[in-house]
């Protein structure tokens, strides 16, 4: 079965600094990831994601994230960040199944941005 | 375009009681998913639907249950209601495949008593 981990739960950065939330998957044939954000007492929004292509995927906010095939990773990144970033990230894959799809979810990582 | 609504946005119920849950997605989507989100399970998939038909569904007991409508307005059912139950609950819209995007709800936050 199709899995994400988040590898870390939580991730406290200054403002103004980088940040990389790690994400890991299982293999399949062909893979969709997704990175989701949700902010505190609302619904997911779409950060990024990768079909196809280059592996290099740019998304809202300044965020962008790389699909590594061989190390099975889709990393999230953004060189500085601000204050408003603060929120609870979600990784994703797509998973086919009985002619439909689901999105498969990891545990979510809290980035808390401190002044 | 509106985004997806979700009402009620909150639900207060007892064990035992049953409850429904309204979805409205974008319009032109065709495909509903929900999905319960608690603190110690995260994001859960729950079911599917496709024009008015169940296309997938997760490991959740029979108790939880769905239907389309033919205007993609979708609707969740939980019957015989248990503590465990108390989660967000979130639908999302999506064209149709793998690749689209899906768009989710403010979710609609049930807590059972």
């Known amino acids: 079965a199709q899995s994400v981990t988040q590898l870390d739960s939580q991730v406290p950065v200054f403002e103004e600094a980088p940040v990389e939330l790690r994400c890991n998957y299982s293999s399949s044939v062909s893979v969709y990831l997704f990175w989701y954000v949700q902010y505190p007492n609302q619904g997911l929004q779409l950060l990024l994601k990768?079909?196809?292509?280059?592996?290099l995927v740019k998304g809202i906010n300044g965020f962008e994230a790389e699909f590594n095939k061989s190390q099975t990773s889709f990393h999230l990144r953004k060189p500085s960040v601000h204050i408003s970033d603060t929120a609870e990230y979600f990784c994703?894959?797509?998973?086919?199944?009985?002619?439909?799809?689901?999105?498969?979810f990891g545990k979510g990582t809290k980035l808390t941005v401190n002044p | 375009k509106a985004g997806v609504t979700q009402t009620p946005r909150y639900l207060i119920k007892t064990r035992g009681q049953q409850v429904t849950l309204s979805c409205s997605p974008i319009s032109g989507h065709r495909s509903v998913s929900w999905y319960q989100q608690t603190p110690g399970q995260g994001l859960q998939f729950l079911f599917e639907?496709?024009?008015?038909?169940?296309?997938n569904k997760g490991n959740f007991p029979g108790r939880f249950s769905g239907r389309q409508f033919s205007n993609s307005r979708s609707e969740m059912n939980v019957s015989t209601l248990e503590l465990g139950d108390s989660a967000l609950y979130l639908c999302a819209s999506s064209l149709a495949s793998r690749r689209d995007t899906q768009y989710f709800g403010p979710g609609t936050r049930l807590t059972v008593l």
């Open positions: 639907y496709f024009s008015e038909t169940q296309r």
């Open positions: 994703a894959v797509s998973v086919a199944q009985g002619g439909s799809e689901k999105l498969v």
């Open positions: 990768y079909l196809s292509g280059s592996t």
